[in-house]
């Protein structure tokens, strides 16, 4: 049998894109009017929403931590978000990741000032097409910022993995399926933390290190993103209020 070939002879992959080149992004904050946070994240064909609820009391009560907030996390792939329609509900894989988001977002979030609460965080995958994970730990950590929930930094994220014996940035569905590897990272852009990182085929230490540094620089535009969103998330916010404080005036002096 054949093998699929994903880079061609001038070095693009089969979606164009160069070994380098992140897939387009665009990030909402705000999107949603009924939860304390929200964001929507496109990122190629992937489309994910996060939406944040709290800090309120947790219920049911023993699980309430007197010394901090419980962060609480439930990552889903709708029915429709894949080719064949997926049963509905969590699965061992979603299980996983909702607990592997909920610990990096713990590190991040100063829990320690809400002692007794829950921070829920619900990220709904709309359309997947790889790489929702790293998507939608991205939208939740705008969805918290959103929220007003302190943290020490948004958190950024992105997977970096080898195909055709090269490494490439941001794995499509095509690199994921038939890829050598596959490394989803997370990284604290303020402090350099590494938050998230899970591997998943082999690499060497040359090219894990290019990878990791693949990593860091993607990482670094997303986090761009994620301030642009929230900044002009707020100008819409202090606009309208302009406005407002307007129309009142006017209606007074009428």
């Not at 889903?76 to 909702?98: L, Q, W, Y």
């Not at 990182?197 to 535009?221: P, S």
Request: glycine share 6%; hydrophobic share 40%; aromatic share 6%.
């Amino acid at each position: 049998m054949e093998a699929i070939r994903l880079i061609d002879e001038n070095g693009l992959r089969v979606d164009g894109r160069k070994v380098d080149e992140l897939r387009p992004i665009r990030i909402e904050a705000g999107v949603l009017k009924r939860a304390d946070g929200s964001a929507y994240v496109e990122w190629g064909k992937n489309k994910v929403i996060a939406a944040v609820y709290g800090p309120r009391e947790c219920h049911p009560r023993h699980l309430q931590d007197p010394s901090k907030a419980l962060v609480q996390c439930r990552y889903n792939m709708i029915a429709f978000s894949v080719m064949e329609r997926k049963r509905p509900g969590p699965d061992r894989r979603s299980v996983e990741i909702s607990k592997i988001i909920a610990e990096a977002l713990e590190y991040v979030i100063f829990t320690e000032y809400f002692p007794r609460t829950s921070i829920d965080i619900y990220i709904e995958i709309l359309q997947a097409n790889a790489g929702t994970r790293c998507a939608g730990l991205t939208a939740a950590s705008v969805a918290l910022a959103d929220a007003g929930v302190p943290m020490k930094d948004l958190v950024p994220a992105v997977a970096v993995g080898k195909v055709d014996n090269q490494v490439v940035l941001d794995l499509s569905k095509e690199e994921d399926n038939h890829g050598q590897a596959d490394l989803p990272m997370a990284i604290i852009p303020r402090t350099g933390e590494v938050l998230l990182m899970q591997m998943d085929g082999h690499m060497t230490i040359e090219e894990f290190n290019k990878a990791i540094d693949l990593g860091y620089k993607a990482c670094e535009k997303i986090y761009q993103l994620q301030k642009d969103a929230l900044r002009r998330r707020y100008a819409v916010e202090e606009i309208e209020a302009f406005e407002e404080g307007q129309h009142a005036q006017s209606t007074m002096e009428e």
